[in-house]
């Protein structure tokens, strides 16, 4: 992953270095919104949300999206404090670049919440007016290791003994969501007692399309026996049910959505996502995708805009509450930014959830 040079940033604003202006009006000023691309399903919702949440506060945003370019996320930073616009919701293109990103903002005043790309601590720790908002990746990897564990459990003729044969698809390499992911699955999976081979592992950079093209490859050509197929998104665990059904690998091939064996998946083995989309739970209610895990777009978009209005309101969001009743962390965990209590109460964690039928 390329490095982002920190630019001198006396050389770029010739303005004066001031802390976040308290008891101001945030309905007439505009919020900046960051967006690494506006292209996958997650993205798209969180920025749907986003527009719901800032109707609600009347509140007006100007959104951008850098198509995954980090030169054109810093020019459009840039380009929003020469006009004026001071506190951002962000979605960073990589963890590396949230430091130079609060820097920048800090030498105006600003103030930002930062989702689903996790800040770095040293990006949190520029100033108390920057923020976490967002859910632990590893947690979503640890509901889909105990909605596995139960599978077993209720159909013990699906596995002979612990040993679990894994097909993993991950999303992004290098991907805070890629890393943490997979850590708190198979931390879950040995938990529970499983002794887990990865018989084929692909990267399908989130795509229904290039995980049913791995997954084809690996089915036309392989003769591994497997037993789960784990999907680090919706998306890509579509293009694995695409995969098993275009090669009869379901209960019924006369009927690929129903389930003769009552396991819960019409397919011959349970396929599991993540962030409970339309599609994946589409695919659930039709017996093919087995469960995914909500990671909630709506309320990481609430969350992140209420603490950057109640920064421009207030002077800060230290010790708030939102307006869902969600406060911020209390303890250090493994997953970063959650590492370091000196940043711990700039940390707001939205929960992810376990979805099945």
């Not at 003769?223 to 695409?242: H, R, S, T």
């Not at 396991?263 to 994946?280: N, Q």
Request: hydrophobic share 40%.
């Amino acid at each position: 992953m390329k490095k982002i040079l920190l630019i001198s940033l006396a050389a770029i604003f010739a303005f004066s270095i001031f802390g976040c202006s308290k008891k101001n009006d945030a309905k007439n000023e505009i919020v900046g919104v960051l967006l690494r691309n506006d292209n996958e399903a997650f993205l798209q919702a969180y920025k749907e949300s986003l527009l719901e949440t800032a109707k609600k506060n009347n509140v007006q945003l100007k959104i951008y999206s850098a198509n995954n370019d980090a030169a054109i996320q810093i020019d459009q930073l840039k380009t929003m404090l020469l006009n004026g616009v001071k506190n951002f919701v962000i979605i960073a293109y990589s963890t590396d670049l949230t430091e130079q990103m609060a820097k920048i903002i800090r030498s105006q005043g600003g103030a930002a919440a930062f989702s689903n790309i996790i800040p770095s601590v040293d990006a949190l720790k520029v100033d108390k007016n920057f923020f976490y908002a967002s859910s632990p990746e590893t947690d979503a990897g640890n509901f889909q290791a105990q909605i596995i564990d139960s599978y077993f459990k209720k159909n013990p003729a699906k596995l002979s003994g612990k040993k679990l044969h894994v097909i993993y698809i991950n999303g992004e390499y290098g991907h805070p969501a890629q890393i943490y992911r997979k850590v708190g699955v198979m931390e879950g999976l040995s938990k529970s007692g499983y002794d887990v081979e990865i018989v084929a592992e692909y990267g399908a950079n989130w795509s229904r399309d290039s995980a049913r093209q791995y997954l084809d490859l690996f089915i036309e050509g392989e003769k591994k026996q497997f037993d789960v197929i784990i999907a680090q998104n919706d998306e890509m665990a579509l293009g694995a049910v695409d995969s098993l059904v275009k090669h009869g690998l379901v209960d019924d091939p006369s009927n690929p959505t129903r389930d003769t064996d009552n396991d819960g998946t019409a397919l011959k083995v349970p396929v599991l996502g993540i962030d409970a989309t339309e599609g994946g739970k589409k695919s659930m209610s039709e017996n093919q995708m087995f469960a995914t895990v909500l990671q909630d777009a709506n309320a990481q978009a609430a969350t992140a805009l209420e603490l950057v209005l109640q920064c421009m309101k207030n002077g800060s969001a230290i010790g708030y509450t939102t307006t869902a009743g969600l406060k911020a962390a209390t303890q250090v965990t493994k997953e970063a930014p959650l590492t370091d209590n000196s940043v711990i109460n700039q940390c707001f964690v939205v929960p992810f959830v376990p979805v099945q039928k």
